[in-house]
């Protein structure tokens, strides 16, 4: 399968973790750099960072439209792509989860990862690989650090994103659109989860969004204060009526996820 790992050119050291858990699990991938604050002009910034459920910051917009870099990739191919954030760590069992992705009919947005949150899925679950299974995800929260998604999918969330901005993650999870699915057990975290997980983290990070900007901006009026709390009220209205509607089906709980198969020990420095 295709892979995709988003990074920006002065994360070097991200890079080279990247490149070792590559060839640690005998994947190839294409590096996809980074849009950055500078590649998008002010008045694009000022427009797409007023048009979520709260002020965005610059380094959100960035990171939003790297995201759309990839999806664009993958609208225009006629295959799965793996996308990756350059801070995800990938189980062991993450080739042959590809292969069996590869291979399915059902979904066209699949997610490795699992981030300590709870999230709406099926009750029952499809078989992929020995040991290894599909739930369908009909509400997630938050994470796009490491999912799979088809050239169908990538469209939808290119519409979306067209229409208005969001965290990446944002758009993903609000796209009912799509047919989504979790991996069980979950094969991805990023690193600034694994001590939640118990795992050692093969790297130290820091958040590349958040870096320049220690609080969240505010909204520069009330009229877009209102459209801010409106857009909320909608999106989590959404979210409620979908739980609802999938309450025979689906239920709120932490996806699995087997801690043996991260302890392999990749580091930037192998």
Not at 166 to 179: C, H, Q, V
Not at 205 to 229: C, E, M, Q, V, Y
Request: aromatic residues 6%; glycine residues 4%.
């Amino acid at each position: 399968m295709r892979i995709l790992i988003i990074n920006l050119e002065q994360e070097k050291q991200r890079m080279k973790f990247q490149t070792a858990q590559m060839k640690f699990l005998g994947l190839d991938f294409e590096k996809l750099p980074a849009v950055t604050v500078n590649d998008i002009s002010a008045p694009e910034l000022a427009l797409r960072a007023s048009q979520w459920e709260r002020p965005m910051r610059n380094t959100e917009v960035a990171c939003l439209y790297s995201h759309r870099l990839a999806w664009q990739k993958v609208a225009q191919g006629n295959e799965p792509v793996l996308i990756l954030e350059d801070d995800a760590l990938l189980s062991s069992k993450t080739p042959e989860i590809l292969t069996g992705l590869e291979r399915q009919n059902i979904a066209n947005h699949v997610t490795l990862e699992i981030r300590g949150r709870k999230k709406l899925l099926g009750q029952k679950a499809v078989k992929l690989i020995n040991g290894t299974v599909l739930s369908r995800l009909f509400q997630d929260r938050t994470g796009a650090g490491a999912y799979v998604i088809w050239p169908d999918a990538a469209s939808i969330l290119l519409k979306t994103s067209d229409k208005a901005a969001g965290l990446a993650d944002a758009i993903i999870a609000g796209a009912y659109e799509m047919s989504s699915w979790q991996v069980e057990p979950a094969a991805a975290l990023q690193l600034d989860q694994c001590d939640h997980y118990g795992i050692k983290s093969p790297l130290v990070t820091r958040s590349t969004i958040g870096i320049n900007s220690n609080d969240k901006p505010a909204a520069p009026n009330l009229f877009l204060l209102l459209n801010f709390k409106r857009r909320r009220l909608v999106s989590q209205l959404r979210m409620g009526l979908r739980q609802l509607f999938n309450i025979t089906r689906a239920r709120r709980r932490f996806a699995t996820i087997e801690i043996q198969h991260y302890q392999h020990h990749i580091s930037a420095d192998n």
